[in-house]
């Protein structure tokens, strides 16, 4: 089992910028991808940015350019550096790990979500 616990949510203004982290814990034998999923209330949930073993990032097109995904290979933590920040990000933005085990059995596991708040 995999656990991922995020951290670094909580309200901003509009125009400032927040860093999310999402550490990696457990029985990890190699986690290809980590993303960053959000959800606003009555929304469908979106990914809104990946990140793969290679160093391959895909951002949601309403964040290109604010957003940066990056990540720790060496402690199994990703981070969303979240610049220039609007009221439309407001969301629970949550970790997600893709992981194959030795075996190369795929699971996915998801952390508990944090919320972030962009007001005035």
């Known amino acids: 089992q995999v656990q991922l616990v995020e951290s670094g949510g909580g309200l901003v203004q509009p125009g400032g910028s927040l860093r999310l982290s999402c550490a990696a814990s457990?029985?990890?034998?190699?986690?290809?991808?980590m993303g960053w999923y959000r959800q606003a209330p009555g929304k469908q949930r979106e990914l809104v940015a990946r990140i793969t073993g290679g160093g391959t990032t895909t951002y949601a097109d309403s964040v290109k350019g604010r957003f940066t995904i990056a990540r720790d290979y060496a402690k199994d933590t990703s981070f969303l550096q979240m610049n220039s920040l609007k009221p439309e990000d407001t969301a629970v933005y949550s970790c997600n790990a893709d992981h194959r085990n030795r075996y190369g059995i795929p699971s996915n596991y998801w952390g508990q979500g944090t919320q972030v708040t962009v007001s005035s």
């Open positions: 457990g029985t990890i034998f190699n986690i290809y991808a």
